[in-house]
């Protein structure tokens, strides 16, 4: 095949690569979940009328839209975000925006979910359905699975990176939770670690991901947040749990837990070396007594 006729081939096989638009979440309750843009209008917004609804209380009922055009000249569609008057700003990589044409790869920000614009192709599209479909809860503790926090999480390593972000990852283990097996019995324990994930939902941001790591471990991502404010979420946790007696049948249980905090990029630039850091600085408050918060 001579030169001119592969170029000619190329350029086939180019058009008959069909190009789809889509908004990833990849920071949010519904983290891993695609909404292909194919309709010439679709509202963003809290209400549940929205094209997109975002249940958040920091997003407004109808927050923003993006507007879909047909350029005939260039044969292409554009795609358009525009603010709607929202009461906490839209922004697109971490600028605040009124109306702006969005480029393939930027970021969306509206409250605390972070929406990612591509464009994409079939496969592209199979790929991010199996990641979706891999994204899975943890049954007991309604939180995810150490498998999904670590898909979650390598992707935000990849924001933070891009646009020099800092992240905490928090490694939590209940005290003395044998006791609690041993006294009440597992179905409390069960019970006791349900309250537990329901306690870290509530403390947390809607921005931080949490997951049950293993038995009584709990793991959690603060984005965008250096471990001395991190510490300071997690002392905030640390006494809610402390706090809050857990009813089950006629026992009242209590129970703390001890947490251990790293940085990205400081204590380590993976998932594997921020997990390693935070369970030492876990270890050393689990030696130093328990019921404690400790930093990398």
Known sequence: MDHTVRIKAQKRS???????????????????????????????GRDRDCDICI???TVSRT?????????????????????????????????????????????????????????????DIKYHREIQRKIKYDDLTGLLTKESLYLALQHELMRCKQFNLPL???????????????TYGHPAGSHTLKEIGSIISKNLRETDVSARYGGEEFVSYLSERAKDTAGVAADHL????????????DATISITISIGIAQFPEDGRTIDELVAKADEALYVAKNQGRNQVRLA
């Open 168 to 182: 905490s990852v928090l490694m939590m283990d209940l005290d003395y939770f044998k006791r609690v097996n041993d």
């Open 63 to 123: 927050h923003a839209k993006i507007q879909v055009t047909y350029c005939r000249q260039r044969d292409i569609c554009e795609y358009r975000l525009v603010d709607m008057g929202s009461t906490n700003k839209t922004f697109v990589d971490n600028s605040e925006v009124q109306s702006v044409p969005l480029k393939n790869g930027q970021k969306i920000r509206i409250g605390n979910t972070i929406l990612k614009f591509e464009l994409i192709d079939a496969e």
């Open 238 to 249: 640390r006494t809610a749990i402390a706090n809050t007696p857990i009813i089950f049948g």
């Open 14 to 44: 180019q058009a008959l690569r069909r190009i789809y638009a889509v908004l990833i979440v990849i920071q949010g309750r519904e983290i891993g979940r695609d909404y292909r843009l194919r309709k010439p209008e679709y509202v963003i």
């Open 55 to 57: 249940p958040e209380k």
